[in-house]
């Protein structure tokens, strides 16, 4: 289970939650996302027949790929899985500048067969080569059949009429031997296409993600008849490898880190020569032995992945791209604008023509696929980019609407889609509240002290509440007032841990010195990160502390500093959801993620949602009404105002005064 981490944003001042305002909300989801105008489904799309113009919202990343192809250089796209990188790369292979394409042939070498020779031809031209290479060399061996044939049946003859038949037949099986090993010379000089690019129409595109060695770099295959005649020429074993068939076009490699240091060291000595012998990768290998001339391989390079794959890259890899080509950081949402939103609309038109199985989306379907990119997003005001997630959507909605047997996809089918597009994580959460409501490991009702529940969200958007429980027990040792949490922390939870420390000194009305205090992350096997419980933190050991009970019928979320401000956090949407999923009556957020809240309208009366700015707006929302909640915000109010009364006020002056 994952905490998010705290998204720092500027945030404009948020109106608080009223009627009004969740009228407006509902009235602009009932209204239509766009103006459809004649458009009456997604057929009346036209889709685009170049890739690159159908890559959705990474405009500046397009006009970088684009100034890239111009010049032939490499590129590093660097984002999130799903965001379109792949996409971008075969875009990129169908605008490079034409060329003509060679067609790449390897003969053998008579002056030493470990060293086949390399010939390049227009494209096209290498199989007619070897076809009439391989017709010339034909004839020949018929005709050597034929005279064989006719020897050994004129020895059989002779045999049979001097009665000396077993010496005849002797005699035609020297014969047969002999023909065996000769071989005409054309036969032997008979060339290997090694490349073949007579049906491009573009520059060719290879995608080596996760090749292996011999499948990129080209690889000479083991011949374990290497004597006696029955050999296979060198020439003939030879392979060429993803390098050489992306000569002049683009070779895409996704999560170069990955790959072995050795390779990429390797691969990057083609780049620099811009060709590469071909050899065998085991060592164990007759192949081992041959090593044609060089290759071409004059290729752009198209590497991506995350940002963790940049440490497992090679340095000097990285630099030739850096120094030669563009480093480019792919967004992950585009903001929600009409234009953004016609976009999309492209989008689901293009998802239907690729798949071919599923049936157009009717304008209400099409308002449901936008308001879902919104949700998806995390922000009230952009759509999500991870259009890989989106699609897979539009697929399964297609495939409901199939089963009701629907000629068009609708809102309905989109909405029931949901349920069965939920990802892993989304069922392990799902699960994960029915258990623990089974066996009521979260209380949706009554008081409890040091027991609160927080919300996490597990993957990208799969809510889940997380109960955390805190005991203060006397200290039984010089070196009081430790935190101590268990749960499987990581490494920015454990220092949130140790930060509401100074809030509880400044805020408790008792010695904490003298406390030993427990923090429990209860049942998360999966590990805790990030800093967005942190105010649940504080509230359950405010509550251990002071021996105050907290209602149980709420849920809150939130970063808190050190000076006790609420701060805001991710998945804010998927959050609420899982605690009305859980029977939660009220939910406690960050006022800064007001705008970022998109849940789904079944939840809407399932759940009130608070906004809190600060420590104390929680205390006051969250814990039990009694009297020693009263005293301990009346000493938290006083506690504030002493701190504000210290501030100068600012001396104001009138310029124009003589």
Same mark, same amino acid.
């Given at each position: 289970?994952?905490?998010?981490?705290?998204?720092?944003?500027?945030?404009?001042?948020?109106?608080?939650?009223?009627?009004?305002?969740?009228?407006?909300?509902?009235?602009?989801?009932?209204?239509?996302?766009?103006?459809?105008?004649?458009?009456?489904?997604?057929?009346?799309?036209?889709?685009?027949?170049?890739?690159?113009?159908?890559?959705?919202?990474?405009?500046?990343?397009?006009?970088?790929?684009?100034?890239?192809?111009?010049?032939?250089?490499?590129?590093?796209?660097?984002?999130?899985?799903?965001?379109?990188?792949?996409?971008?790369?075969?875009?990129?292979?169908?605008?490079?500048?034409?060329?003509?394409?060679?067609?790449?042939?390897?003969?053998?070498?008579?002056?030493?067969?470990?060293?086949?020779?390399?010939?390049?031809?227009?494209?096209?031209?290498?199989?007619?080569?070897?076809?009439?290479?391989?017709?010339?060399?034909?004839?020949?061996?018929?005709?050597?059949?034929?005279?064989?044939?006719?020897?050994?049946?004129?020895?059989?003859?002779?045999?049979?009429?001097?009665?000396?038949?077993?010496?005849?037949?002797?005699?035609?099986?020297?014969?047969?031997?002999?023909?065996?090993?000769?071989?005409?010379?054309?036969?032997?000089?008979?060339?290997?296409?090694?490349?073949?690019?007579?049906?491009?129409?573009?520059?060719?595109?290879?995608?080596?993600?996760?090749?292996?060695?011999?499948?990129?770099?080209?690889?000479?295959?083991?011949?374990?008849?290497?004597?006696?005649?029955?050999?296979?020429?060198?020439?003939?074993?030879?392979?060429?490898?993803?390098?050489?068939?992306?000569?002049?076009?683009?070779?895409?490699?996704?999560?170069?880190?990955?790959?072995?240091?050795?390779?990429?060291?390797?691969?990057?000595?083609?780049?620099?020569?811009?060709?590469?012998?071909?050899?065998?990768?085991?060592?164990?290998?007759?192949?081992?032995?041959?090593?044609?001339?060089?290759?071409?391989?004059?290729?752009?390079?198209?590497?991506?992945?995350?940002?963790?794959?940049?440490?497992?890259?090679?340095?000097?890899?990285?630099?030739?791209?850096?120094?030669?080509?563009?480093?480019?950081?792919?967004?992950?949402?585009?903001?929600?604008?009409?234009?953004?939103?016609?976009?999309?609309?492209?989008?689901?038109?293009?998802?239907?023509?690729?798949?071919?199985?599923?049936?157009?989306?009717?304008?209400?379907?099409?308002?449901?696929?936008?308001?879902?990119?919104?949700?998806?997003?995390?922000?009230?005001?952009?759509?999500?980019?991870?259009?890989?997630?989106?699609?897979?959507?539009?697929?399964?909605?297609?495939?409901?609407?199939?089963?009701?047997?629907?000629?068009?996809?609708?809102?309905?089918?989109?909405?029931?889609?949901?349920?069965?597009?939920?990802?892993?994580?989304?069922?392990?959460?799902?699960?994960?509240?029915?258990?623990?409501?089974?066996?009521?490991?979260?209380?949706?009702?009554?008081?409890?002290?040091?027991?609160?529940?927080?919300?996490?969200?597990?993957?990208?958007?799969?809510?889940?509440?997380?109960?955390?429980?805190?005991?203060?027990?006397?200290?039984?040792?010089?070196?009081?007032? &430790?935190? +101590?949490? $268990?749960?499987?922390?990581? /490494?920015?939870? =454990?220092? %949130? @841990?140790?930060?509401?420390? #100074?809030? !509880?000194?400044?805020?408790?009305?008792?010695?904490?010195?003298?406390?030993?205090?427990?923090? &429990?992350? +209860?049942? $998360?096997?999966?590990?805790? /990160?990030?800093? =967005?419980? %942190? @105010?649940?933190?504080?509230? #359950?050991? !405010?509550?251990?502390?002071?021996?105050?009970?907290?209602?149980?019928?709420?849920?809150?979320?939130?970063?808190?500093?050190?000076?006790?401000?609420?701060?805001?956090?991710?998945?804010?949407?998927?959050?609420?959801? #899982?605690?009305?999923?859980?029977?939660?009556?009220?939910?406690?957020?960050?006022?800064?993620?007001?705008?970022?809240?998109?849940?789904?309208?079944?939840?809407?009366?399932?759940?009130?949602?608070?906004?809190?700015?600060?420590?104390?707006?929680?205390?006051?929302?969250?814990?039990?009404?009694?009297?020693?909640?009263?005293?301990?915000?009346?000493?938290?109010?006083?506690?504030?105002?002493?701190?504000?009364?210290?501030?100068?006020?600012?001396?104001?002056?009138?310029?124009?005064?003589?």
């Amino acid at each position: 289970m994952k905490l998010d981490e705290v998204e720092l944003t500027e945030d404009s001042p948020q109106e608080e939650v009223s009627q009004p305002k969740e009228e407006e909300n509902k009235n602009e989801e009932t209204q239509p996302m766009l103006d459809y105008d004649n458009i009456k489904s997604s057929q009346d799309i036209e889709v685009p027949p170049l890739l690159i113009d159908q890559v959705i919202g990474h405009e500046e990343s397009i006009e970088t790929i684009k100034k890239a192809a111009k010049q032939r250089r490499n590129v590093l796209l660097i984002g999130d899985p799903g965001v379109g990188k792949s996409m971008l790369a075969k875009g990129m292979a169908q605008i490079l500048p034409h060329e003509t394409l060679k067609d790449v042939l390897v003969y053998p070498n008579m002056e030493d067969n470990n060293h086949p020779l390399i010939r390049t031809v227009p494209a096209g031209e290498g199989k007619k080569i070897v076809k009439a290479t391989k017709g010339s060399a034909k004839g020949h061996e018929e005709k050597k059949t034929i005279i064989t044939m006719f020897a050994i049946g004129g020895v059989l003859v002779i045999g049979f009429m001097y009665g000396r038949l077993l010496e005849s037949i002797i005699a035609a099986a020297l014969i047969l031997l002999i023909s065996i090993q000769i071989k005409p010379k054309n036969a032997n000089m008979s060339p290997k296409l090694l490349v073949n690019n007579e049906d491009s129409r573009f520059a060719p595109f290879m995608d080596a993600t996760g090749a292996h060695a011999g499948a990129l770099l080209g690889d000479v295959r083991h011949d374990p008849y290497q004597s006696g005649g029955l050999g296979t020429p060198a020439h003939e074993r030879v392979e060429a490898g993803m390098i050489h068939k992306a000569n002049r076009g683009v070779l895409y490699i996704d999560e170069i880190g990955t790959m072995s240091m050795k390779t990429q060291q390797e691969l990057l000595s083609a780049m620099q020569e811009k060709q590469y012998s071909i050899t065998g990768q085991s060592e164990n290998s007759s192949g081992a032995m041959v090593r044609s001339q060089s290759v071409p391989c004059d290729f752009v390079l198209v590497a991506s992945g995350n940002l963790q794959v940049l440490e497992g890259m090679h340095i000097a890899m990285r630099s030739r791209i850096r120094g030669y080509g563009y480093e480019v950081f792919m967004k992950d949402y585009m903001e929600d604008t009409t234009e953004n939103r016609e976009k999309l609309v492209q989008f689901v038109a293009q998802e239907v023509k690729n798949d071919g199985r599923i049936p157009h989306f009717g304008t209400d379907a099409l308002d449901e696929i936008i308001m879902e990119a919104k949700r998806r997003s995390g922000k009230q005001n952009a759509l999500t980019l991870k259009l890989r997630e989106l699609g897979g959507l539009v697929r399964s909605a297609g495939d409901v609407a199939i089963e009701n047997g629907a000629d068009l996809v609708t809102a309905e089918h989109v909405l029931e889609a949901k349920r069965y597009a939920r990802t892993l994580e989304q069922q392990i959460a799902d699960r994960s509240i029915m258990q623990r409501k089974d066996y009521s490991m979260v209380s949706a009702e009554g008081g409890r002290v040091g027991l609160i529940n927080g919300l996490a969200v597990i993957g990208d958007r799969s809510g889940i509440v997380s109960p955390i429980a805190a005991e203060a027990a006397p200290t039984q040792s010089k070196t009081g007032g &430790q935190i +101590i949490a $268990t749960g499987k922390l990581g /490494e920015i939870a =454990s220092e %949130s @841990v140790h930060n509401v420390s #100074a809030l !509880i000194k400044k805020y408790s009305n008792k010695d904490i010195s003298n406390y030993d205090i427990h923090v &429990q992350f +209860i049942q $998360t096997y999966d590990g805790v /990160e990030g800093d =967005s419980a %942190s @105010v649940t933190i504080a509230t #359950a050991v !405010i509550s251990a502390i002071e021996e105050i009970p907290i209602d149980q019928t709420v849920a809150l979320t939130g970063s808190l500093n050190v000076r006790g401000d609420v701060m805001p956090i991710g998945g804010a949407t998927a959050k609420i959801e #899982a605690a009305a999923e859980a029977g939660m009556k009220k939910v406690l957020i960050p006022k800064s993620n007001l705008k970022d809240v998109m849940i789904e309208k079944k939840y809407e009366d399932m759940i009130e949602i608070i906004p809190t700015e600060t420590l104390s707006d929680v205390l006051e929302n969250i814990l039990v009404d009694c009297s020693d909640k009263d005293n301990l915000l009346a000493k938290m109010k006083d506690s504030t105002s002493k701190i504000t009364d210290k501030i100068p006020k600012p001396v104001i002056t009138n310029p124009t005064a003589n």
